[in-house]
Every structure is written in C-alpha cells, then in structure tokens.
C-alpha cells in the first residue's frame, strides 16, 4: 500500500490550495478515504473523510464550507479542494485510508 501526498506549500491568508493524494497497492474504489492534519507540537486532528462512493462526504466544523473532499476512482486519487485558508490551517496534512495506511503527509503553510 501507497499514499504519496502533494500540493502542499506556502499560501497567503484567504488563498487556496489542492491536495492530491496518488494511492496504489490496494483496491482504492473499495475503502473510504480520510484527510488528517498534524498542527506542529500538537496531536492529530480529523479533518474530512469520503466513503467509496463520494456519497457523504464529512468534515470537521472548522473546514465546513471551506474544504472540499473529492475523489476520482478511476485514477485512483483523493483530493481536498482548500479555499479560504487561514493560519489555523497550517499544519501537515496526510491522507489515509479508513483503516492503517498513512501517506508520508505535505505541509501547508498559511502566512503572509
């Protein structure tokens, strides 16, 4: 199993930003997907999940109507769509599966 982040960077305060997670080694269409961030010094946070079928996609009350979870089976790829990013968005965001596998996460850093 496989989870190679990217798009992560330097953005200013309001701007946006996409994460791309590339997955291989498993059945990608068969597992729900999550984003999780990592805040420097501070414990992980649950930011937005997707089951197998981009049906209900879910998020954290603090990304609601920011951050827009998505997939494309096809490609095997996840996604988050992050508009209207603010300092309290920096932090390292990884994609996982619903289940034991972790990406080696992207940084997104929020700053003027």
């Known amino acids: 199993v496989q989870l190679v982040e990217s798009g992560g960077g330097l953005v200013q305060p309001g701007g946006s930003r996409r994460l791309s997670c590339a997955a291989s080694g498993f059945t990608f269409r068969t597992y729900g997907m999550s984003w999780v961030r990592q805040v420097a010094g501070k414990g992980f946070e649950w930011v937005s999940s997707?089951?197998?079928?981009?049906?209900?996609?879910l998020y954290v009350d603090s990304v609601k109507g920011r951050f827009t979870i998505s997939r494309d089976n096809a490609k095997n790829m996840l996604y988050l769509q992050m508009n209207s990013l603010q300092p309290e968005d920096k932090a390292v965001y990884y994609c996982?599966?619903?289940?034991?596998?972790w990406g080696q996460g992207t940084q997104v850093t929020v700053s003027s």
């Open positions: 996982k599966t619903n289940g034991v596998h």
């Open positions: 997707i089951d197998k079928g981009s049906v209900t996609p």
